[in-house]
């Protein structure tokens, strides 16, 4: 859930639990906390910032921005979106307590340590497949990296090929935290994508969509910030209708030439009038009654040979 403040809440305050403090002052890194308020700031005032600009403004590097993100993420403060997008839990409902562990909220806890490496050592079938697994993912699994294996492959069924080919996306829009990749493939699986052709459908419409939303914002010249959720929304609406980039384009002049600035409800009205976005071409024949008249034509070819006959006998 992101952020959201209550009716009556200024936007501008924010409480954090002392138990916020008391678990995290003492032991983690100062420029993860730093990071963490600035993009919590960041997000209650509905902007959005790359991690270059973050690192910058905090004089910090930009791989201390990358990791913090992936800190918070385990730590269950925030959620990393497929897309890279950040949305920030809200910190007033959330326990702090030193009893919270991260452990606790694992999706596979039900899989103890001892199941998983009794069944590396027995079953030579799992074993093969935390090798297939590492050859691909470029590095050794980590105990929590084969606990996640597990649960996915001998837990909750899924085939090995949908996990290759969900680990095959993720690595290649860099996407390499295990526990990213467990929960898209455990989600996609529930969603009903049960089958090699559906999943790779579906990352081929992802990567489609992705690119065409990346036209559309260059289009309505937008530009030093990311899309936000709803932007994006309305462009996967627009190429789902089979709108192309010249109508959006059009739709998009429309806008500024009525309105003055950019406005995607406005541009949406505009793109899903049928009447203003399919014009019929008039005819040059005025449709009226006469549209049921029907006349007999002369045989022509008939007149043409009659004709030529006559001219041979003379």
Same mark, same amino acid.
């Given at each position: 859930?992101?952020?959201?403040?209550?009716?009556?809440?200024?936007?501008?305050?924010?409480?954090?639990?002392?138990?916020?403090?008391?678990?995290?002052?003492?032991?983690?890194?100062?420029?993860?906390?730093?990071?963490?308020?600035?993009?919590?700031?960041?997000?209650? +005032?509905? /902007?959005?910032? #790359?991690?270059? +600009?973050?690192?910058?403004?905090?004089?910090?590097?930009?791989?201390?921005?990358?990791?913090?993100?992936? @800190?918070?993420?385990? +730590?269950?403060?925030? $959620?990393?979106?497929?897309?890279?997008?950040?949305?920030?839990?809200? #910190?007033?409902?959330?326990?702090?307590?030193?009893?919270?562990?991260?452990? /606790?909220?694992?999706?596979?806890?039900?899989? !103890?340590?001892?199941?998983?490496?009794?069944?590396?050592?027995?079953?030579?079938? @799992?074993?093969?497949?935390?090798?297939?697994?590492?050859?691909?993912?470029?590095?050794?699994?980590?105990?929590?990296?084969?606990?996640?294996?597990?649960?996915?492959?001998?837990?909750?069924? &899924?085939?090995? %090929?949908?996990?290759?080919?969900?680990?095959?996306?993720? !690595?290649?829009?860099?996407?390499?935290?295990? =526990?990213? &990749?467990?929960?898209?493939?455990?989600?996609?699986?529930?969603?009903?994508?049960?089958?090699?052709?559906?999943?790779? /459908?579906?990352?081929?419409?992802?990567?489609?969509?992705?690119?065409?939303?990346?036209?559309?914002?260059?289009?309505? =010249?937008?530009?030093?910030?990311?899309?936000?959720?709803?932007?994006?929304?309305?462009?996967? =609406?627009?190429?789902?209708?089979?709108?192309?980039? %010249?109508?959006? $384009?059009?739709?998009? %002049?429309?806008? &500024?030439? *009525?309105?003055?600035?950019?406005?995607? #409800?406005?541009?949406?009205?505009?793109?899903?009038?049928?009447?203003?976005?399919?014009? /019929? =071409?008039?005819? *040059?024949?005025?449709?009226?009654?006469?549209?049921?008249?029907?006349?007999?034509?002369?045989? @022509?070819?008939?007149?043409?040979?009659?004709?030529?006959?006559?001219?041979? +006998?003379?």
């Amino acid at each position: 859930m992101a952020v959201k403040l209550s009716k009556g809440r200024k936007k501008s305050l924010l409480k954090l639990p002392i138990s916020f403090f008391d678990r995290y002052l003492p032991t983690v890194n100062g420029d993860y906390l730093r990071i963490y308020l600035f993009g919590l700031k960041l997000c209650l +005032e509905n /902007q959005s910032m #790359p991690d270059a +600009e973050i690192a910058s403004a905090l004089g910090v590097l930009k791989a201390d921005v990358k990791n913090a993100w992936h @800190f918070w993420e385990n +730590e269950g403060l925030i $959620n990393i979106s497929e897309d890279g997008s950040l949305e920030f839990e809200n #910190p007033e409902e959330l326990n702090f307590s030193e009893t919270r562990k991260k452990e /606790q909220n694992k999706p596979y806890d039900a899989v !103890m340590f001892s199941d998983v490496f009794a069944t590396i050592r027995e079953d030579e079938d @799992f074993k093969g497949i935390v090798q297939i697994v590492e050859a691909s993912y470029s590095q050794l699994l980590t105990q929590d990296d084969v606990m996640m294996l597990y649960d996915v492959i001998k837990v909750k069924g &899924i085939p090995l %090929e949908l996990f290759m080919i969900t680990l095959s996306h993720c !690595m290649k829009h860099r996407k390499k935290n295990m =526990k990213y &990749i467990y929960k898209v493939v455990t989600e996609n699986y529930k969603d009903g994508l049960t089958t090699p052709e559906a999943l790779e /459908q579906h990352f081929t419409n992802m990567e489609e969509s992705a690119k065409f939303i990346k036209k559309v914002a260059k289009l309505v =010249k937008i530009t030093g910030r990311d899309l936000s959720e709803t932007e994006k929304d309305y462009i996967k =609406k627009w190429k789902n209708a089979q709108k192309t980039e %010249e109508d959006i $384009n059009q739709a998009y %002049e429309k806008t &500024i030439i *009525s309105i003055g600035k950019l406005s995607f #409800p406005y541009m949406d009205k505009i793109l899903m009038n049928e009447k203003g976005n399919n014009l /019929q =071409k008039k005819s *040059s024949v005025k449709m009226g009654s006469l549209n049921n008249f029907h006349q007999d034509m002369p045989d @022509f070819k008939k007149i043409t040979d009659e004709l030529i006959r006559k001219q041979l +006998e003379e």
